[in-house]
Structures are given as structure tokens and as C-alpha cells.
């Protein structure tokens, strides 16, 4: 039996910085590996003992099909990230979750699917007039857009497919750039500098890790115990930028298929994960 499957999918629709890295310090650790699409008509998680989420990023277009494939995983070996996990990750209605534990959280409304609540009600009552309209499950920035009340069609196109997030626009993400912050196996190892992403805009990071400030540290802490009450957690990537009042908040917590941007944490980071895997292929 391989000790490692590396979930992907058949056509990756952009290139994976933490693959070879991943790759490398598998073999260089002992374990086999394999990589397992996941939409592949033969795919077969059970013949490894664990398989890892790597870049499975075509799922938001297949929903249904990968919740169900989820079960069927989580099944047949152990999922890294665990099942319930992975599953809570799906749909960004987990900032709410966020929030309610008292973790500070962009603001966010999540507008149902087929509501006639138009962008003016959501704007008028949250008192916002920038924001940032976005699909609830998502990835790669699809179909995101910063507008106010002009935004409505998009927002009335969105809901046509299914739930959709408003969120207050966070100016700082211009200057200051959102950070990434990478937690693995019970540390937090090492954080990025961010871009903003729009559709169809390459994501640019920094080239080096950058520093990691307490109050980021704090945040991240908490976000991350909210996640791990629901299962078990190799890693985990929290993206903040600071608010109007220098407050970093959670824009995303990234449990399923991150870039772990290994290059920027250094060996330690690689070794880290690596000893996590092995530590739950030997369970």
C-alpha cells in the first residue's frame, strides 16, 4: 500500500509552487506517494493509508459530485484534512462560525440562493458602501467583485447558481497586503505577503516569509481552535489583512487545498508537515 495519496484533479487549471517541494521531502522522509485525482473515473483513495488535500482546486464547479466523493474517501482511508473538517471548510459560512466564537472576523452576510434581498438592503442596513461580492463556494478569486450598490446585477447573476457573500471591503489589503499565515501540526510556521486577487489576476506573494506580529498570532490561534474542535488538523492557512481600526481580521481560514507556500517557510516548515503525515500513517 502507498503511505501518501496526493489529492489533485485531472486538468489543474494553474501550476502547484508546493508540489516538488511536498515531493521531495516525502521521499526524503521514506513515505511512497502517489498522486489521486479526484474526479478520475478510477480513483481509489483506499490504496493509501492517508491522502492529503493538495490541489484539488476544480471541486467549487463540482460540488455535489466532490461532497459525495468525500464520503466515499473518508471511508476508505484517513483524509488530511479530516472529513468533518474539510466538509465545515466548504462553504464560507464558516466565517459566521468564526465569528459567533469571538474571532475576529471580516464582517459577512450570506445571502441565500434564489433571495430577492437586493445589494441596496444589504448595503442600507450594514450602513457599507464598498464591499466585495463573491460566490460562497469558490476559489481562485472566481467571479469576485468590489463594487457598491452598482454591483446588484452581479449579486442578482450570483444568486441564480447558489449562496453568495457580501463582505466590506478591507482598504488595507492595498498597502499593508493581506497576510497568509501557515499553521501546521500544532505551530504556526511561517506567513506570506499577499496581493490583491481579482478574476483572471495571477496571485503574487512575497519571495521571502514575512514577520509575524502577536496580534496576528492571536488570531490565527483562535481560528484555528474553532476549526480543530471539528476534527482532526494537519495545517491550515488563515489570510488576514487589518481593519479600519489596524485589528487583523480573518478574510479566509484555507483548510482543504491551500498553497502551504513552502519555499518561504524553509525546511523546518517541510519537515514539520512531513512529521505530521507520519505521525497519522502510524495511527
Not at 459525495?68 to 484517513?78: M, Q
Not at 499565515?181 to 506567513?191: C, E, N, P, Q
Request: hydrophobic content about 50%; charged content about 20%.
Amino acid at each position: 500500500m502507498t503511505d501518501v495519496a496526493l489529492i489533485t484533479c485531472e486538468a489543474l487549471p494553474e501550476p502547484d509552487p508546493d508540489a516538488a517541494p511536498i515531493a521531495a521531502a516525502l521521499e526524503a522522509a521514506g513515505l511512497t506517494h502517489t498522486l489521486l485525482p479526484w474526479d478520475a473515473a478510477d480513483a481509489d483513495p483506499g490504496a493509501a493509508s492517508v491522502a492529503l488535500f493538495r490541489s484539488c482546486w476544480n471541486y467549487p464547479w463540482m460540488i455535489d459530485r466532490f461532497a459525495a466523493w468525500l464520503d466515499v474517501a473518508g471511508a476508505a482511508t484517513t483524509l488530511l484534512n479530516g472529513l468533518d473538517v474539510v466538509k465545515w471548510n466548504l462553504h464560507k459560512r464558516y466565517l459566521l462560525d468564526l465569528a459567533a466564537a469571538g474571532v475576529p472576523t471580516t464582517p459577512t452576510e450570506v445571502v441565500a440562493a434564489g433571495s430577492t434581498e437586493t445589494l441596496g438592503d444589504i448595503l442600507g442596513r450594514r450602513g457599507w458602501t464598498d464591499v466585495v461580492v463573491k460566490p460562497a463556494i469558490s476559489a481562485g478569486s472566481f467571479r469576485t467583485l468590489r463594487c457598491g450598490v452598482e454591483g446588484q446585477a452581479h449579486l442578482a447573476d450570483l444568486l441564480t447558481a447558489g449562496d453568495v457573500l457580501v463582505q466590506p471591503y478591507l482598504s488595507s489589503v492595498e498597502g499593508h497586503g493581506e497576510r497568509a499565515l501557515v499553521w501546521l501540526d500544532g505551530h504556526l510556521s511561517h506567513a506570506i505577503r499577499k496581493t490583491v486577487r481579482w478574476q483572471g489576476e495571477d496571485e503574487l506573494v512575497s519571495t521571502e516569509a514575512m514577520p509575524i506580529s502577536d496580534a496576528e498570532a492571536e488570531v490565527a490561534a483562535a481560528a484555528v481552535a474553532v476549526a480543530q474542535a471539528r476534527g482532526d488538523l494537519l495545517y491550515a492557512r488563515i489570510d488576514m489583512a487589518p481593519n479600519a481600526s489596524g485589528q487583523p481580521v480573518v478574510m479566509e481560514l484555507e483548510l482543504i487545498e491551500p498553497s502551504l507556500f513552502f519555499p518561504q517557510g524553509g525546511p523546518q516548515a517541510l519537515e514539520r508537515f512531513v512529521a505530521g503525515i507520519k505521525a497519522r500513517i502510524r495511527a
